[in-house]
């Protein structure tokens, strides 16, 4: 205990001698060093909940920001413990956007005249965008298990809390497509299957290659601003810039398949109108809104992972 006291005197006579010296160094280091410590604060929040945590154990503040580079930034922990929490924040954020980005496109789909593909895809990225902050202390804002896969297969993720998140994911979108067909009814559905997606006649093959693209867009960028340390500075803002990517995504993909990017979006509406609706549709391409986005998401994860130092 004293040898810790000493050391700490002795670096603050030096921080105060160098600041008398010249004034210049004490806004460099001094800054560096509050940034530092506001900076892992923000992440410990941001992600200790979700399953995994910074490694914060015993040692200088350099020493640790060396580990946490070193390590990738997370460090999966030793307890495997379901945060039921988090999968609770997932069903709702699920069912929320389900609600409100399908409902956006059954209200608005092929009106002549209007700009619905771009009110419609603004709706996506910006109910991911507050989703992802309003749940985001709780379980990281996935919101997608193409997303919570690419955590799990790169070690960010426990595979028990990525499985129970998943299947958090899948209800909440049933539930809300459920709540859907009570606020639109079939026959003044504007989609005609409750905002599911569908790959045209012979477009099989464009639909998965944009599907796998997109993802990779979307799962890259959730990457470089929430688990890459170099971008621990931006991370307040990481939810804006995933939002951006889902509206990116859904301006390009909305022609071609109604645009996915989420399998668990894709898959709750689709099981309801099957059960509900008058024209059932058909899963018989419902594969490619599985295969193109979770491929993508696990390249992605890969290729941000590779990059990182």
């Not at 050391?7 to 806004?27: M, R």
Request: charged share 10%; net charge negative.
């Amino acid at each position: 205990m004293v040898m810790h006291c000493s050391s700490f005197a002795i670096i603050v006579l030096t921080a105060i001698t160098l600041a008398s010296s010249e004034s210049g160094v004490c806004d460099t280091v001094g800054c560096d060093v509050e940034d530092h410590v506001e900076t892992v604060s923000l992440l410990q929040t941001s992600f200790e909940t979700s399953g995994v945590r910074i490694d914060l154990s015993a040692g200088s503040s350099m020493e640790q920001e060396q580990t946490v580079h070193e390590q990738g930034r997370l460090a999966t922990t030793d307890d495997e413990r379901l945060n039921l929490r988090a999968v609770a924040a997932e069903f709702i954020a699920m069912t929320l956007f389900v609600i409100i980005g399908c409902g956006s496109a059954m209200g608005v789909a092929k009106v002549e005249g209007s700009a619905w593909v771009l009110q419609v895809a603004l709706t996506f990225g910006f109910a991911i965008s507050s989703l992802a902050y309003a749940i985001g202390s709780y379980s990281g804002g996935q919101i997608n298990c193409a997303v919570t896969l690419a955590l799990v297969v790169t070690g960010h993720l426990g595979a028990i809390q990525g499985f129970a998140n998943f299947v958090a994911q899948m209800l909440g979108a049933i539930l809300g497509a459920i709540i859907l067909t009570a606020m639109y009814p079939e026959e003044h559905d504007k989609t005609g299957g409750l905002g599911a997606n569908s790959v045209p006649e012979g477009r099989t093959f464009h639909a998965l290659v944009g599907e796998f693209t997109m993802t990779f867009l979307l799962v890259f960028v959730v990457f470089e601003t929430t688990v890459n340390p170099a971008a621990a500075p931006n991370s307040v803002v990481a939810a804006l810039a995933i939002g951006f990517a889902v509206f990116l995504a859904h301006s390009v993909l909305i022609p071609l398949d109604g645009c996915s990017i989420n399998p668990t979006r894709s898959f709750g509406p689709a099981l309801v109108r099957k059960f509900i609706y008058k024209n059932p549709g058909s899963f018989a391409d419902h594969w490619v809104f599985w295969v193109g986005p979770l491929l993508g998401a696990v390249c992605a994860a890969g290729v941000s992972t590779a990059m990182q130092p």
